[in-house]
C-alpha cells in the first residue's frame, strides 16, 4: 500500500508534529517536576541583633518626633491668629472691609467703595485685597498707616495713590489697597494654572 501526501496534508502534518513538540516542552520543561530547594537564611544572626538594634532606636525616637510635632503645631496655631477667619470668601472680604471701616472711623476718616480682590499665595493660603478712597488730612492719613501697623490682625498696605487737594485745608484723596491672609480654601479654584 503506497500513500500519496498531498502538500496541504504534509503542512498539517508539520503543524500537529510542531504542535505536539510544543505542548511536550511546555509540560515537561517549564511545568515539569522539580525538587525543591531549601531556602537559604537572607540574614545572619550578628545581622538580625543588629537590625534588632537599628529598630529600637528608631522607636526611641518617636517620643522627641512627638512632642516637636505638638511644638510646630502650637506654633503655627500662634502665627495663624493673626489671619482672617471665615467660613466664605465672602464673609472674609466683609471681615477685611470692616475692619478697615473702624480703623479709618477711629481716625476720623470716612471711606467709601470696596474693591475686592484674590489671589494664592500657595497651597494652603490666599490673599484677599479690599481697595477704598478716603479724603482726609495728611495727619490723619499718617494716623491711619499706624494703627493698620499696630492691628492684631495681619494686614498689609498694598497699594496707596495720593493726590492733592486745591482747597486750603490741605486735604488729601488717597486710594488704598489693604490685604490679609487667608486660608487658601476660601478662594475659588481658577482653572488653567498651577501654583508653583
Same mark, same amino acid.
Given at each position: ?92 472680604? =466683609?471681615? $477685611? ?5 473702624? +480703623? &479709618?472711623? %477711629?481716625?476720623?476718616?470716612? #471711606?467709601? @467703595?470696596? /474693591? ?29 498707616? =499706624?494703627? $493698620? ?5 495681619? +494686614? &498689609?498696605? %498694598?497699594?496707596?495713590?495720593? #493726590?492733592? @487737594?486745591? /482747597? ?29
Amino acid at each position: 500500500m503506497n500513500i500519496k501526501f498531498g502538500a496541504v496534508d504534509r503542512k498539517t502534518g508539520l503543524v500537529l508534529v510542531g504542535g505536539v513538540a510544543l505542548v511536550l516542552a511546555i509540560r515537561f520543561g517549564v511545568y515539569g517536576d522539580r525538587a525543591a530547594s531549601s531556602v537559604t537564611p537572607v540574614e545572619t544572626v550578628p545581622q538580625a541583633e543588629q537590625r534588632l538594634k537599628n529598630l529600637r532606636q528608631a522607636a526611641a525616637t518617636v517620643a522627641g518626633k512627638e512632642e516637636r510635632l505638638k511644638q510646630a503645631t502650637a506654633e503655627l496655631t500662634e502665627r495663624e491668629k493673626g489671619m482672617l477667619q471665615a467660613p466664605t470668601e465672602a464673609q472674609a472680604q =466683609a471681615q $477685611l472691609l470692616e475692619t478697615l471701616n473702624n +480703623l &479709618a472711623r %477711629n481716625n476720623g476718616i470716612t #471711606t467709601q @467703595g470696596g /474693591d475686592f480682590r484674590d489671589k494664592p499665595l500657595s497651597r494652603d493660603y490666599g490673599e484677599i485685597s479690599v481697595t477704598v478712597r478716603i479724603s482726609c488730612d495728611i495727619a490723619q492719613l499718617v494716623n491711619l498707616m =499706624a494703627a $493698620l501697623a499696630d492691628h492684631p490682625q495681619i +494686614l &498689609a498696605t %498694598n497699594e496707596m495713590r495720593i #493726590t492733592g @487737594g486745591n /482747597d486750603k485745608k490741605k486735604t488729601v484723596q488717597a486710594l488704598l489697597t489693604v490685604s490679609s491672609v487667608v486660608a487658601r480654601k476660601l478662594l475659588p479654584e481658577k482653572k488653567g494654572g498651577t501654583l508653583f
